[in-house]
């Protein structure tokens, strides 16, 4: 078990010579202290697996030692020696948490046979925490499949394998193979400067490089880091790093790079287990981008339908884009994250598709309507939501900004008279970018109000029409820099 570290504590350096020489023997890496003070002092800088210590110390007891040497390792196992062979010393040895009792004199084979149960032990204790490790990963995995947002699907990537592999610098690297050559870029990380985002490099190139371009994952640690050269290296050789390839059957997608600076190295075994995370993170990427391909195609199909349409009615022209552009920096300022800024962007060009199914003399009548004509305008949020179909696009904030962006703040709009906070936050949003653009814009029955007196009338009619506090933040917003 070569990566055992076993520490000695023991006055007598004939003894520690002969348990050096044993333990070496099998394998181990041996170290010393002739006294609890400079063992307390070596558990605070190393780590250890395995503790031999003596019952009497120059300057303390053995038993008390490994107390507080378990304080700082609490999985550390302990062995203690002793010249005292009675049932007394066995159950205070057990009650101060030591593993085995092994009695002076023993022989060199005693010795090794009981170090190598404590070795069993061990091991036994590691697969079972890396059994258990590899089942939380796989759940972990399994919610990190459940998103289709590329930006969330990355960002949980990052937060997973910086809490599971206890990484002090995580980072993923996606391939762009529309490139000419194809190319890594650094798309999310947690530990890096962020000023190194969106940074590239040709595949074949670095580590990563080298782990897209062949598909295989690299451990770097001091026992591997003479393999690569020094110009290959970004982690100078410290610490220890695994660098896995993200691939979806035979593609590499990206790659993602762990990194750990402490005394506890990535191994081998590590690289099995991580490769759970990131077969899971490869196929999430995947699924991720294909759907962000779809919504693209889908979107830019709306525009140019939405474009078409708008061009039935003159008067509408660029009405929704200029919508969509308003409603978009409004979500921002008032605090929406970037999907669901852009949602309400989505929800601005397909509001008014519905208009398409109402009569053009009712829309361009100049006079009032009748109520039977309001019945069909009433119906255009709904009919809206029916043109559109497909799922990338029609979300749930989507759903809710369309449908409901004519309610009015006192409950008096439709399509269900909702009031006040009732109606959804987007529909909202919405609302007031819509109101503020159509004031700015001729109409059949009026001309268009210059900015100024569209902002005295966006005042005018909120608490009744829009929401007061969102108005409020448009007026501060379009009063810098938005201009219809």
């Known amino acids: 078990m070569s990566e055992l570290r076993v520490l000695i504590v023991e006055d007598e350096e004939s003894t520690v010579a002969i348990c050096r020489f044993a333990l070496q023997r099998i394998g181990m890496e041996v170290d010393a202290a002739f006294t609890a003070a400079e063992a307390l002092a070596k558990v605070r800088q190393e780590a250890y697996h395995l503790a031999i210590v003596d019952w009497i110390l120059p300057d303390g007891s053995g038993m008390a030692l490994f107390r507080m040497m378990r304080e700082h390792l609490p999985q550390l196992v302990g062995i203690l020696i002793t010249g005292q062979n009675v049932p007394e010393t066995n159950r205070e040895a057990m009650e101060a948490g030591f593993w085995a009792f092994l009695p002076k004199p023993f022989t060199i084979s005693e010795f090794q046979a009981t170090v190598e149960r404590a070795a069993a032990y061990i091991r036994a204790i590691r697969e079972q925490e890396r059994l258990q490790l590899m089942i939380s990963l796989s759940e972990v995995a399994q919610q990190i499949i459940a998103s289709l947002d590329l930006d969330e699907v990355l ?81 100078k050789g410290a610490g220890s790093a695994l660098c896995l390839p993200l691939k979806v059957g035979n593609r590499v997608v990206g790659v993602l790079n762990l990194t750990r600076l402490t005394e506890e190295q990535f191994s081998e075994s590590d690289i099995r287990l991580y490769l759970v995370l990131a077969a899971q993170a490869a196929l999430a990427v995947e699924n991720a981008q294909l759907h962000q391909r779809l919504r693209e195609g889908y979107l830019a199909a709306l525009t140019s339908y939405v474009r078409y349409a708008e061009t039935l009615l003159p008067y509408r022209q660029g009405h929704s884009l200029r919508v969509g552009r ?35 003399e009712i829309l361009s009548k100049p006079g009032q309507l009748t109520d039977e004509e309001w019945q069909f305008i009433r119906q255009h949020p709904l009919w809206s939501l029916e043109l559109v179909e497909p799922p990338a696009l029609l979300t749930e904030t989507v759903q809710q ?84």
């Not at 989505?346 to 109402?358: E, F, P, R, T, W």
């Open 155 to 235: 960002q949980r990537i990052v937060q997973v394998a910086y809490q599971q592999a206890k990484a002090d610098k995580v980072s993923v690297m996606l391939v762009d193979y529309s490139a000419t050559p194809p190319r890594l870029r650094l798309v999310a990380s947690r530990g890096l400067p962020s000023d190194l985002l969106s940074v590239e490099m040709p595949l074949g190139e670095g580590i990563a490089g080298l782990v897209a371009s062949t598909g295989d994952p690299l451990l770097i640690n001091t026992q591997t880091i003479h393999q690569f050269s020094p110009s290959a290296l970004h982690y």
């Open 326 to 360: 308003y409603a978009k920096r409004l979500a921002e300022a008032v605090g929406l994250s970037k999907q669901e800024s852009e949602q309400v962007q989505i929800a601005a060009l397909m509001q008014d598709l519905g208009l398409l199914k109402v009569p053009p």
């Open 401 to 484: 900004a369309v449908k409901h962006h004519h309610e009015r703040f006192d409950g008096t709009g439709y399509p269900d008279g909702l009031k006040g906070e009732d109606i959804p936050l987007p529909a909202r949003l919405l609302a007031v970018a819509d109101t503020f653009d159509a004031l700015c814009s001729p109409r059949p029955h009026r001309a268009a109000y210059p900015k100024e007196q569209a902002l005295q009338e966006l005042q005018r009619v909120a608490k009744t029409q829009l929401d007061p506090t969102l108005t409020e933040a448009f007026v501060q917003l379009a009063s810098t820099d938005l201009n219809p």
